[in-house]
């Protein structure tokens, strides 16, 4: 770590943009200071909207920046933030939060840049999960928490509409991410952070753009490490299933009573000026509404994909998916740490009805025996179909990046093993998002304490770990003592639990029936191939 001195930071910071005011931390968020709500590109509205973020106008004076900013546009309910409490939404949602320590450090501060999830359809960086209070005084680190475009807004891609009069990108939402990084290396010197040790980390979808951002020629040299918790690897959008996409959207939008048909060869294509004309017109609400349409359309279109909200490859701000790029040698040559979560699935089996059935988890393997192999791994009952479903969304995709990607840069696999006595009696074990509560200093928050009941000791030595090796992995060191990279010799995996240990290649039989599979898999650019085409992965 850089050694504080004791002169206190300022809470007033010149931007490139303009002067922004912070609030410095009371109680629980004791010596740091954080600035919230920082824009980082122009409002997407107007003519804005769908596009590539825009260049921010400088403002005169002082900007106030203590209080988060609006959350994408998604339904009230998912913005809460407290008790009875909500965060706003509306389009211009494109700001960035920055927590630091309230010292003056004698050298440029290590900086975390974390990208929240939500399946691209939900989240707001003012999540009191996502405080960065704790780790960036934990690790002396500076944290900044990015709001990104997504669901229709920024996920779905108009840019085969496009006219002279009216441009439309592609990957909004990615481009996003792209935008808020320029900023970080813009002006993240002046709140005491290091632009050239910069580490992007992200959960869920956010780690899912982790792995695009590893892919994205527009992303490179932008950060230097990356951490991916839990991504769905396979969650990006192919070109043809984006275009197919966007089209239902657009006549979903134009005729609320539509009944969707995953019958699309008769359909006449939309002129662009109406596209245009239709998008432009549309209320935020009007747009929300057809996503959430756009969602059930999704689940039984002619696609292999799941959802409709993604990143899309293919086109020429993500040319592959991020797998066909590391399996091509194409990932920014940066050390990764890459990982998943024991029981991935409880949470969507209670809570969230999200994941695709197992007969849509198996449709892309198309291989009868490769398919069955696969399913006799998972013979034991309900709870092997639900890990089944999980492991092809989240564990199996996951491994394949990683052995793919560590030809390139070191790479690190966890697979997260604890949970508390609270949340084995709720039946979710370590599931989705169980990490962030370590992460982020959850269990020591006021808000979340009462998960660690009768567990304080252990879920505190948990948070330390955690913290630790994510913070000495941002100072560009090993993530910790213990931790090997992975190799196709042993397959380390660190199982991070109450006891932190290496396991090598656990699942190894499961590993391999996955990846048998997805020999039949092999893409050019991430679809799937004829068996001819078929490149052997090693198992």
Known sequence: MGVPNTAVADTRVST???????????????G??????????APP?????FDAPQPLAPWPGVRRCENFGDAAVQDKLLTATGLGRFQPVSEDCLTLNVVAPDTVASTPRPVMVFIHGGAYILGTAATPLY????????QDVVVVTIQYRFGPFGMLDFSGYSTPERHFDENPGLKDHIAALQWVQRNIAAFGGDPDNVTIFGESAGGTSVLCLLAAPGARGLFHRAIAESPATDLAIS??????FADEFLRLLTDPDRRSSDDTSAREPIDPHEAARILDAASPGELHRAGRRLMGFARHADSLEPTPFGPAYGVPS??????????????A????????????GKLFDKFWDLLPDTERTLLAIQDETARQEIMNEYAGGPDDQLRLTADSIFWAPVTAFADAHREVAPTYVYRFDFHTRALARAGL???HATELFAVFGGYRMPVFAGLATADWRAAGAMVDEMQSRWGDFARGRPPGPGWPAYDAAHRPVMVLDRTSHVESDPDASRRQAWNRGRQLLVVSGGSPQAPSDVVALDV
């Not at 070109?239 to 197919?244: D, F, G, Y």
Request: hydrophobic share 35%; net charge positive; charged share 25%.
């Open 16 to 30: 490139a943009e303009g002067i922004v005011s912070g609030v410095r931390g009371r109680r629980s968020r004791r």
């Open 32 to 41: 740091t200071v954080a600035w919230r709500g920082i824009p980082y590109a």
């Open 45 to 49: 509205v107007g003519g804005g909207r």
């Open 131 to 138: 405080d960065g209070t704790h780790l960036a005084r934990a």
């Open 239 to 244: 070109r043809e299933s984006a275009l197919l």
């Open 318 to 331: 993500l040319p592959q998916s991020p797998y066909a790029a590391a399996r091509d040698g194409n990932t």
């Open 333 to 344: 040559p940066v050390p990764l740490i890459i990982g998943t979560n024991r029981d991935e």
């Open 429 to 431: 074990g370590a599931t």
